[in-house]
């Protein structure tokens, strides 16, 4: 269909470059070559519409939906097949689609993303279009290795413009793609209003960021037998109407959308600012913790900037430790490359060990310095917890690294930490996060 038209519409302006070199050569016609210049320009106009789902969109009269097509599985098919091959395969989807869509119109939106408006009278023809749609996509074999899986989502569309109805749709696709078992999904209003949320505390984090509204906390470590803090760990803090929000209730979505990446530049300095303070006022603070998430580690040349960062406010590299954790929403690939080329560099911590996915081989490959220990295995008394807990304290200390426990809240978790060896712990039973300024009064004690 789109082919036709993409022929009718160059034959139409190849007709308007000749109806023009006429007038000029036959002026006697001139009128009349005019009008057919006139026309020949409308029906170019009219036809740009018609390929327009947004026009068609206006234009559709009745019940009509969007359905949005994504080939789930495409990095793997782009990996698998190479770039030629794979758009090859994503224009022969986009050919099947058009040939099944009958009563409507396709737009290719990315590569392997696929928009569908179509005109219904009930649910079930539209159910049926997908399983037709899904069916002969399958019959499209290059091998058996590799197969396309490709879901939809279907917005029935309400009196909202083709955009919005669009984004419904595409939001329902993506949720279609965490289901195993169904191919599609229709939106629903409760499959927005999360999407809304997530949406608006990401503005609450970008507008907070450019008016100063991130405050840094820091937690203290204690030694229980030196008895005395051997360090702390720097904890981001958002200030909202005079409320100091912790960093729980927002650092999921921050890193989903990678505003991590931001903000930890933003604690990097503020941290590099407060050492400077506490080295004036001599105040030993050992060394402070900075998180650094997935996204941010993953960034060229973060390396160089936290270097160049730390040598701008003539801060030691000693003085901080970098704390990475694997449980990011964003969970792409491996990080054990990035985490050795850290570790060259930084003193680095694995923060949440056990509840991440931070591998054996990242530990024995790397020089981790510090393993924290997740507050899950801290608290948890039954007797395979305490078997768990016992076996990375022993794991940690037979690989030489320091450990941390954190979340401890109890004398007796204390003491059993005691127990085992670790004496090194972060919790509410010693501090809770602090202010600066409440910090600095607990160094000086
Ligand atoms: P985390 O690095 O594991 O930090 C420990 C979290 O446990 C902190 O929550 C701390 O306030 C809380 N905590 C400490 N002691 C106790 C205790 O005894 N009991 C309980 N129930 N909780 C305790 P917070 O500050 O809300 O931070 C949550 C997570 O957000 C952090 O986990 C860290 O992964 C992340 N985060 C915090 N600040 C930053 C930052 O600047 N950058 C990045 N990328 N992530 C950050
Ligand atoms: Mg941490
Ligand atoms: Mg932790």
Redesign the pocket.
Known sequence: MKNIIIKVLIFVTILTIIANFFTIKFLEYEFFIRILLIIFLVIDVVFCMYINIQFRYLLMRGKKAIIYADVSNSKLIKLYYGNDISNKIFNDIYEVIEKCVKKGCVKRKFKSHYAILIKYDNKREIIDLVNKINNEIHKINYNDLVHLTIKFGIQLCDDESYEENENKAELACNLAKNNLLNIYRFYSESDGESQIEEKKMLNILIKALKNNEFE??F?PKFDNKLNKIVGS?????LKQNGNII????F?DI??KYAF?VP??KY?LKEVCKKIKELKKKKLTFNTIS????RS?ISEENMIEYYLKTLEEYDIKRGDIEL?I?E?DSNSGGDLTNIVHELCKKFNVSI??FGIGNSSLSMLSENKIKTI?I??KFVIDESESGRKILNNIIKLSKDLGFEIVA????TKEQQDYLKSKGCNVV????YS??LSFEDYENMLKK
């Open positions: 840094v906390y937690q760990e720097a904890l981001v803090r912790p960093a729980k209730d650092i921050a890193e991590t903000l930890d604690v900075i998180n650094v998430s941010t704390e954790t449980r923060d949440d924290k997740d507050r954190e979340g401890v809240e972060q919790g509410y039973y809770k996060p």
